[in-house]
């Protein structure tokens, strides 16, 4: 690494406990924007967990405690002070399986600047253009923005989900929480190759099983096991020259 | 000694079969006996005429629009309590100890006879707050009584929205009142709908409850504080106090074929708000 980039995100000694349990057991890691971070590992290795802490979405499970900071731009978005719902519109996130909101392909796209209270409905069909064309899957449904968001095959659902995590305008961090599990290999092209442009303007940060897709699209990775962060660091060295026996192991599969 | 499979199956099929045939054989005699007697007495002067004679004569206006007028006011009443109550213990509260003594409260106010909600409103509404037998105290009995049923649909419909559209609407920045408007109300919708509509069933076919509270007034009611009949009084009074037979069965049949076309229409409107939705 050369200049050190400016970090967007910082984890200091941060802990997740649900119920008794230890979840993430002290992660430190100092998140570059403009980047896109893979972190892998095997499941139950708090992948999610840490992803999910990093837009709150871990205050909706009513046993979940947490421990240590995380720093957004610095702030620390567990402080009581810092807004959640401002969070959640800095912080998007796309999840596991596609979730496209009972509504048309329109509603869906404009779900978060409606809350933001864009009325304009010019300003709307830019939105949903803009970021339809970012998530590329505008050509697929430009003629028919009205249709139910439901009708659309599982990996246009998808992009749907992205797009609509795009347009929002306050967007700055993209959290990925195995998007492409469940899509076809041209789906998953189509989001990755999305991925790679849209890291110019955001800092993404793509959990994933697959290690070959995070060998792809990450700048750097990092490797969770058991609730720890065993190795981070540049992806080519973490997939060919780990430091760790164990994240050895992992990516050349010979476990997780 | 098992019995082999495709015996079951035959089985099965003969036991739940019969059952079906049975429900719907008896369901069909009511109507068809109900209609064969009442059709011949209706007509548009029935309908649209005031009764004469206490019901000998004329026909029963007046409690149609009393039976329009008494279940809307008790949804009026029933609904933002029953939704909001309903939105309360499933989006608002976790699980505790308060949230289950509320609803077994509430199962156990639905099990209880129309009777007790009729003496409740005429000795809280009609006697204590002077209000006496009118429209209004009808109206708050009934909601009263039909607030259970509705707060239990509403809940089942709301806890069936997957969560998954929840966690979408938060991680878009939706506060909790904003997600429960966008995105569980309208697909807990047709659920709420259903206990409406046993909501509306019930207090037009309500008499007990109706009698004790909204009186038995056969004149139009000008304002909420008007005694009224509903078509189900009617009907009691004129068959319990053998006035007239003819007219009995008259009233009976409207007061089916009414309640076939309140479902029909909520079915209807429903449907066109789910195809609306999944276009």
């Not at chain 1, 402080?79 to 719902?85: E, H, Q, W, Y």
């Not at chain 2, 004569?57 to 629009?65: K, R, W, Y």
């Not at chain 2, 009808?138 to 039909?146: D, K, S």
Request: net charge positive.
């Amino acid at each position: 690494m050369t200049a050190p980039l400016p970090i967007k995100i910082a984890a200091h000694d941060f802990r997740v406990f649900h119920g008794q349990e230890e979840s993430l057991r002290g992660i430190t890691l100092n998140i570059p924007a403009n980047r896109i971070l893979g972190v892998i590992g095997p499941s139950g290795s708090g992948k999610t967990t840490f992803l999910r802490a990093l837009n709150r979405l871990n205050d909706l499970a009513p046993e979940t405690r947490i421990n240590g900071q995380v720093l957004l731009d610095g702030q620390d978005i567990y402080a009581p002070s810092f807004n959640v719902v401002t969070l959640r519109k800095r912080v998007g996130m796309l999840f596991a399986l596609p979730v496209a909101l009972p509504m048309s392909i329109f509603e869906n796209v404009v779900y978060g600047p409606r809350l933001s209270g864009v009325r304009n409905r010019k300003r709307l069909d830019e939105i949903v253009e803009t970021s339809l064309k970012a998530a590329f899957l505008w050509d697929e449904v430009r003629d028919r923005l009205t249709m139910s968001g439901l009708r659309l095959s599982g990996g246009q659902q998808q992009r749907l989900c992205l797009a609509r995590v795009l347009a929002m305008e306050e967007l700055e961090v993209i959290l990925l929480d195995e998007p492409c599990s469940g899509l076809d290999p041209i789906s998953t092209a189509k989001i990755e190759e999305a991925l790679t442009i849209l890291k110019a303007k955001y800092t993404i940060i793509l959990v994933t099983n697959n290690t070959k897709q995070a060998a792809r699209v990450a700048d750097e990775t990092a490797f969770f096991l058991m609730g720890d962060m065993v190795e981070y660091g540049a992806t080519d060295k973490i997939f060919t020259v780990p430091d760790d026996k164990r994240t050895n192991d992992y990516v050349t599969g010979r476990f997780g | 000694m098992r019995i082999p499979p495709k015996y079951t199956q035959a089985l099965a099929v003969t036991v739940l079969g019969a059952a079906t045939v049975f429900t719907v054989v008896v369901l069909v005699f009511i109507i068809v006996f109900v209609l064969s007697k009442g059709l011949p007495g209706i007509n548009w002067e029935f309908l649209f005429s005031a009764p004469k004679d206490m019901g000998r004569a004329g026909g029963i206006f007046p409690t149609l629009v009393g039976t329009v007028l008494l279940p809307l006011m008790a949804i009026a009443i029933a609904l933002p309590l029953g939704v909001g109550t309903a939105v309360y213990l499933t989006e608002y509260t976790r699980e505790t100890r308060l949230t289950q003594v509320l609803r077994f409260g509430t199962d156990c106010l639905a099990g209880i006879p129309s009777i007790l909600f009729g003496l409740f409103g005429f000795i809280f509404f009609v006697v204590m707050l002077k209000m006496g037998w009118c429209l209004l105290s009808g109206g708050l009995t009934l909601a009263i009584m039909v607030l259970p049923t509705i707060i239990r649909t509403s809940e089942e419909a709301i806890r069936a929205v997957p969560n998954s559209y929840r966690e979408v609407s938060f991680s878009l920045g939706a506060t909790r009142w904003e997600t429960v408007l966008k995105v569980v109300l309208p697909n807990a919708l047709p659920g709420i709908v259903t206990g409406v509509m046993l909501g509306i069933g019930r207090s037009i076919g309500e008499t007990a409850a109706v009698i004790f509270t909204a009186g038995s007034a056969l004149r139009m009611p000008a304002s909420a504080f008007d005694s009224v009949r509903t078509m189900s009084v009617h009907f009691y009074i004129l068959a319990r106090e053998g006035i007239s037979n003819e007219k009995a069965y008259a009233t009976a049949a409207v007061l089916i074929i009414s309640v076939l076309l309140v479902n029909l229409a909520a079915y209807s409107t429903m449907h066109r708000f789910i195809a609306r939705r999944s276009r």
